[in-house]
């Protein structure tokens, strides 16, 4: 019998690029989750319909599967990049399904930030959680340099430059919520 991990986190990418460097970190996340942890990579952001109010009451089975997933979540693990200073409108329109969730209110939320050039969108992306009532953990948020050279979870989690402050973002994170 397997025993089920202590907590379980849900990693989202504001990216839709095949081979995106935030997809990359939070599969890096997923590998060096402490143990006890399951991080579960949110791959359907791009098949989440526009958001539209009218339907929050009857959404569609990609919405219900994603707001229940956000929900029975410990946490979420979020790492976005930044789109002409702002947040991509694929990743906000995911934010816009949770908005009217009544669970959603002080969930602990980390961020990865994939290059030091992408101030704006992660405050943007701190606006509009603050604003949800998520619970940001300031001492698990990380910004990495993955700039130059396509990266894919494997290197870098084979990069200890990397992968060190990742282990310790998560475990900081993992503690805050317990």
């Known amino acids: 019998m397997q025993i089920p991990p202590a907590l379980n986190l849900l990693a989202i990418s504001g990216s839709l690029r095949a081979n995106s460097t935030n997809t990359a970190l939070l599969g890096a996340a997923a590998l060096l989750a402490p143990e006890g942890v399951a991080i579960t990579v949110f791959e359907g952001l791009g098949a989440l319909p526009h958001f539209n109010p009218d339907h929050a009451d009857t959404p569609s089975p990609e919405v ?38 009544t669970q959603f209110p002080d969930k602990p939320v980390m961020l990865f930030n994939a290059s030091p050039r992408a101030n704006d ?37 084979a990069e200890s430059r990397l992968a ?13 919520i317990q």
């Open 121 to 157: 969108a992660q405050a943007a992306l701190r606006l509009v959680l603050s604003t949800m009532s998520a619970r940001i953990v300031d001492d698990a948020c990380i910004t990495l340099d993955l700039l130059g050279r396509p990266w894919n979870a494997a290197a870098i989690v």
């Open 164 to 176: 060190e402050p990742v282990r310790k973002a998560l475990a900081t994170f993992c503690n805050a």
């Open 64 to 101: 219900a599967a994603f707001v229940r997933a956000a929900v029975d979540a410990d946490g979420l693990v979020i790492a976005c990049p930044e789109y002409a200073r702002g947040i991509p409108g694929t990743f906000k329109n995911a934010l816009d399904w949770l908005v009217g969730s």
